[in-house]
């Protein structure tokens, strides 16, 4: 009983570097998401993907990309690293994405540092 | 989405219940009251969700103003694994495709023993 996962939990990285998060889940929901965490900010929505090969900016997308090629994994990428991008990043699954009654399961975080 | 608006902390005592309000006052005909909570240094976890009615389940009670421009998470009996901040967000329809859920700052749940 995996669940949701995410790795690596903690990174440290240097301006200007590829850092890739990785993000699985064995539910085999359609839909994933990844939000990032900033004090006096809350959760803010970065990508979500509604299936395998699709996916849609959220509210903060610049800087980032992401891919979908398997249902089952959803990996951010930051291609050059910002300190401003320092943070804490929650990947989280749904079942269908409708925003009714729709619970989202998230994972343990990734906490990122940018020097 | 609607806006929420919850206060910013509460404390209370282990073993004792706990009522955690939110205020809702543009809430629409079809927005579902979700909540959810944060513990340190996790990621945020499902609590309860409901649309007119109250709602009972495991992990606690939610409670729905007749207007529903409030509500009200019930902790039974609360420990101090119950320390955490607790989110009230609404979710709407939005005719199509998928969106984030919105947090606010919740309320910081300090549970004393």
């Known amino acids: 009983d995996a669940g949701i996962t995410q790795s690596p939990r903690y990174k440290i990285t240097e301006t200007g570097r590829q850092v890739t998060l990785m993000c699985h889940q064995t539910w085999s929901h359609s839909y994933m998401f990844w939000y990032r965490q900033d004090l006096g900010h809350g959760l803010r929505l970065i990508y979500y993907s509604a299936a395998a090969d699709i996916t849609d900016k959220g509210e903060v997308p610049d800087g980032y990309v992401v891919s979908r090629s398997k249902t089952e994994n959803f990996p951010l990428t930051l291609e050059s690293a910002t300190r401003s991008q320092t943070s804490v990043y929650f990947c989280a699954s749904s079942e269908t994405g409708g925003r009714w009654g729709e619970t989202q399961y998230f994972g343990p975080g990734t906490r990122l540092l940018v020097l | 989405d609607a806006k929420t608006t919850q206060p910013n902390s509460m404390e209370s005592n282990e073993e004792e219940p706990v009522h955690l309000p939110c205020n809702h006052s543009?809430?629409?005909?079809?927005?579902?009251i979700h909540w959810y909570r944060q513990l340190p240094s996790q990621g945020p976890e499902y609590v309860i969700h409901?649309?007119?009615s109250n709602v009972n389940n495991r992990m606690a009670s939610l409670a729905i103003a007749e207007d529903r421009k409030s509500s009200t998470l019930i902790l039974h009996r609360a420990t101090l694994r119950d320390a955490a901040v607790y989110y009230c967000?609404?979710?709407?329809?939005?005719?199509?495709?998928?969106?984030?859920?919105?947090f606010g700052k919740g309320t910081h749940l300090i549970i004393q023993p």
């Open positions: 543009t809430i629409s005909g079809t927005d579902y």
């Open positions: 967000i609404l979710r709407g329809n939005s005719g199509g495709g998928a969106d984030g859920l919105t």
């Open positions: 409901g649309l007119t």
